[in-house]
């Protein structure tokens, strides 16, 4: 029997019409960029993304590695979905995504109604209604494009593919590692209108937003701790005018420092809460994550609390 020259190894009576092959390609085209925006957002900077997670209720322990997990398969499917032998593979890939994050989001609907949902970069959605249309007009997508195109073929090239992202991601993260410790502190900040030293022992710096439930949380949880011969410097990335009244309440006793601007630019991050060990003023280490033990069994290696 002759094969069909859009599909190999079909028959031409099995040949799509014109219109179900544009809305594949067209289906394809728009996951493969959400998907590919949201991916790479999380390989190049799965810090912010990991805290944007932990706030999805992702536990703060597995947070980074499920983040940088999931942006390789989140790129890697968006490859799949633009290649026509691998669509399929694709689609079915980034609609099982999308289903589960409906799920979760379902799951704890009550606790994140309202949130920035952080499923894409540039992408602002507030969980709520509006969010599930989102996401099953974007399932409506995927499925198009996985439906209507041939039977996806060569494991074997998906697989490398794969392989080179998740190489691309591990470089990636090595370099956003790196650039945790070691970054030289400014020699003072203004706390009170005067210069404060941070280049003199242990400095602990906490930037937060005094309208943030994460950050009170943290700063209760930071306040409990038995610091050794460390000072304390909270940072307001926002509103100062509540940050003293913000660390009256949490208990959290630092001095104020109101250089936030220069000092994230330094120590550059997401979304608040944020923590910085600093050590004669070098950087020991930077924390996006304040959940379960941590940053607390990191802080007590470093010497910081007992």
């Known amino acids: 029997m002759e ?7 079909q028959s031409p009576s099995l040949e799509l ?3 179900k092959s544009i809305a594949s390609w067209i289906g394809a085209i728009v996951i ?3 998907f590919t925006a949201s991916g790479i957002w999380k390989i190049v900077d799965p810090l912010e993304a990991s805290t944007k997670l932990n706030q999805m209720k992702v536990p703060g322990m597995v947070a980074l590695p499920f983040t940088i997990i999931l942006g390789v398969v989140e790129a890697w499917s968006a490859v799949l979905i633009l290649i026509p032998r691998f ?3 694709g689609a079915w890939l980034t609609g099982l995504m999308l289903v589960a994050f409906m799920v979760w989001v379902g799951y704890y609907y009550t606790d994140l109604t309202g949130q920035d949902c952080s499923c894409f970069p540039w992408l602002k959605r507030a969980v709520g209604p509006g969010f599930f249309i989102g996401d099953t007009a974007m399932l409506l997508a995927s499925v198009a494009a996985g439906v209507w195109s041939r039977k996806s073929t060569n494991l074997r090239g998906a697989l490398i593919i794969l392989g080179a992202i998740a190489v691309f991601a591990g470089v990636s993260y090595g370099v956003v590692a790196n650039q945790q410790t070691g970054t030289l502190a400014p020699e003072t900040t203004i706390v009170d209108g005067k210069p404060y030293s941070l280049h003199e022992g242990k400095v602990f710096l906490y930037f937060f937003d005094p309208e943030c439930t994460h950050c009170y949380q943290a700063a209760v949880a930071l306040s409990k701790h038995k610091w050794q011969d460390t000072r304390l410097v909270a940072v307001a990335t926002r509103v100062p005018e509540f940050a003293q009244g913000f660390l009256d309440m949490t208990g959290f006793r630092a001095v104020l420092s109101t250089d936030a601007v220069a000092l994230k630019e330094v120590f550059p991050h997401g979304d608040p809460p944020y923590g910085v060990a600093l050590e004669n003023g070098r950087q020991k280490a930077g924390f996006a994550i304040f959940e379960g033990n941590q940053p607390e069994s990191s802080l007590r290696d ?4 007992e």
């Open 3 to 9: 094969e069909s020259a859009v599909y190999p190894n």
């Open 302 to 305: 470093l010497g910081f609390i």
């Open 32 to 34: 493969a960029l959400l």
């Open 17 to 19: 019409p014109a219109w």
């Open 87 to 89: 669509r399929r593979w």
